[in-house]
């Protein structure tokens, strides 16, 4: 077979450093906006983007050239930079080190955009870290406490 085929979904889940809730609702569209274009840039279209203060979602299709560490770090890396240039209050700005990425079957796809969507509600009764922890316990993904959070 001469074509490499695939259709991976994966949710991506990354913190501003130290959860710091300094994303203002103002520059969220521009952020989801420029995370798409990179996503895109990598051939891994995003399916849904949101955000609230202090961390951001990413559901997207997995391209078939570039391995989940080179995403996320270009992802992390480019929209760090671009929010650097937005306003001085990001002069400093940095993404937590680690994420977290959970793959997503295709018949979970609608559920997940949903969850995504329903972010700043749902983060009215659970904060980030409930949040994480949750997602780690139900892909049974071991964890050090004191190594998770940077």
């Excluded at 130290?18 to 996503?39: C, Q, V, W």
Aim: net charge negative; hydrophobic share 35%.
């Amino acid at each position: 077979m001469p074509q490499s085929l695939a259709r991976i979904y994966l949710h991506l889940i990354f913190s501003t450093k130290n959860r710091e809730p300094i994303l203002a609702d103002s520059i969220r569209p521009g952020l989801h906006s420029y995370l798409d274009g990179i996503l895109r840039d990598l051939d891994s279209p995003a399916v849904e983007i949101n955000s609230v203060s202090d961390h951001t979602h990413l559901l997207f299709c997995l391209s078939c050239t570039h391995a989940v560490s080179e995403i996320v770090a270009q992802t992390k890396r480019g929209s760090s930079a671009w929010l650097k240039t937005q306003d001085r209050r990001y002069a400093t700005f940095h993404w937590q080190n680690g994420y977290g990425v959970f793959s997503v079957s295709q018949s979970g796809v609608d559920e997940v955009r949903e969850y995504i969507r329903d972010q700043q509600a749902h983060h009215q009764k659970s904060t980030f870290q409930e949040e994480y922890r949750t997602f780690l316990r139900r892909y049974g993904i071991e964890y050090d406490e004191k190594y998770v959070w940077d």
